[in-house]
T-cell receptor
Framework: GAVVSQHPSRVICKSGTSVKIECRSL??????MFWYRQFPKQSLMLMAT?????????EQGVEKDKFLINHASLTLSTLTVTSAHPEDSSFYIC??????????????FGQGTRLTVV | EDQVTQSPEALRLQEGESSSLNCSYT??????LFWYRQDPGKGPEFLFT???AGEEKEKERLKATLTKKESFLHITAPKPEDSATYLC???????????FGTGTSLTVIP
C-alpha cells in the first residue's frame, strides 16, 4: 500500500490565487520531508527540505515567500504556492525519508500534484 | 559537485529483448543508490536500494547492480507493462538530499 499520500493529484487555479498541496506520511513518522518539482521529460529538482517543527531549508533559486512550507506534525507537510502564475505550472512531488540521519535510508514519494495556473 | 547521469535517454525494446540501463554517479561518499520507476503523471515508485559495490538485487524481471562508479538496471525479457521512466538517485554519506538523474524512458513494444 501507499506509504505517502499527496493531495490533490490535480489542481487548476487562476493566476494570482494560492494553492495548498498536502503530503502525508502514512506508515511512519517523518521528521524530514522533501518537495520536488518536475518539468516535462526532466529530472526531479529539489525545491526544499521540510523539517518538522522548524523552518524549511530552501534550495538556491527557490523563493521562500512564494513556496511556503509548513511541517506542523510528524506526518504532514504542506506546500503552498502563493500568488501563482502560469510559469508555476508544473508537477510537484513530495518525498518522505525513512530512517534516521545515520541509518541507511529509503525515500518514498507521493503521487504528485499537477498544478495548472491559467 | 555531485552528479548523476543516466543513459540512454530513451530505449525502445521488443518484448523479450533484454537490455540494461546505466546510471553513472560522482559523489564524495555514497550512502545509497536508488532505482525508481515512474509512470506518466505519477510519483516515482521505489524499486531498489544498493549500498556497496558488488551488491546486486533482483525483483521479477529487474536486476540492479552497483560498482564504485555506476549502477546498471538489467531488464530480462521485458514486457509492455515494463514501459516507464526509470530514475536513478544517489544519497551522499553525510547528507540527506537525493540527487536524481534525468531518467531513461523505456518503451517495450509487443
Amino acid at each position: 500500500g501507499a506509504v505517502v499520500s499527496q493531495h490533490p493529484s490535480r489542481v487548476i487555479c487562476k493566476s494570482g490565487t494560492s494553492v495548498k498541496i498536502e503530503c502525508r506520511s502514512l506508515d511512519f513518522q517523518a521528521t524530514t520531508m522533501f518537495w520536488y518539482r518536475q518539468f516535462p521529460k526532466q529530472s526531479l529538482m529539489l525545491m526544499a527540505t521540510s523539517n518538522e517543527g522548524s523552518k524549511a531549508t530552501y534550495e538556491q533559486g527557490v523563493e521562500k515567500d512564494k513556496f511556503l512550507i509548513n511541517h506542523a506534525s510528524l506526518t504532514l507537510s504542506t506546500l503552498t504556492v502563493t500568488s501563482a502564475h502560469p510559469e508555476d505550472s508544473s508537477f510537484y512531488i513530495c518525498s518522505v525519508k525513512r530512517g534516521g540521519r545515520n541509518m541507511n535510508t529509503e525515500a518514498f514519494f507521493g503521487q504528485g500534484t499537477r498544478l495548472t495556473v491559467v | 559537485e555531485d552528479q548523476v547521469t543516466q543513459s540512454p535517454e530513451a530505449l525502445r525494446l521488443q518484448e523479450g529483448e533484454s537490455s540494461s540501463l546505466n546510471c553513472s554517479y560522482t559523489v564524495s561518499g555514497l550512502r545509497g543508490l536508488f532505482w525508481y520507476r515512474q509512470d506518466p503523471g505519477k510519483g516515482p515508485e521505489f524499486l531498489f536500494t544498493l549500498y556497496s559495490a558488488g551488491e546486486e538485487k533482483e525483483k521479477e524481471r529487474l536486476k540492479a547492480t552497483l560498482t564504485k562508479k555506476e549502477s546498471f538496471l538489467h531488464i530480462t525479457a521485458p514486457k509492455p507493462e515494463d514501459s516507464a521512466t526509470y530514475l536513478c538517485a544517489v544519497q551522499e554519506r553525510w547528507g540527506e538530499q537525493f540527487y536524481f538523474g534525468t531518467g531513461t524512458s523505456l518503451t517495450v513494444i509487443p
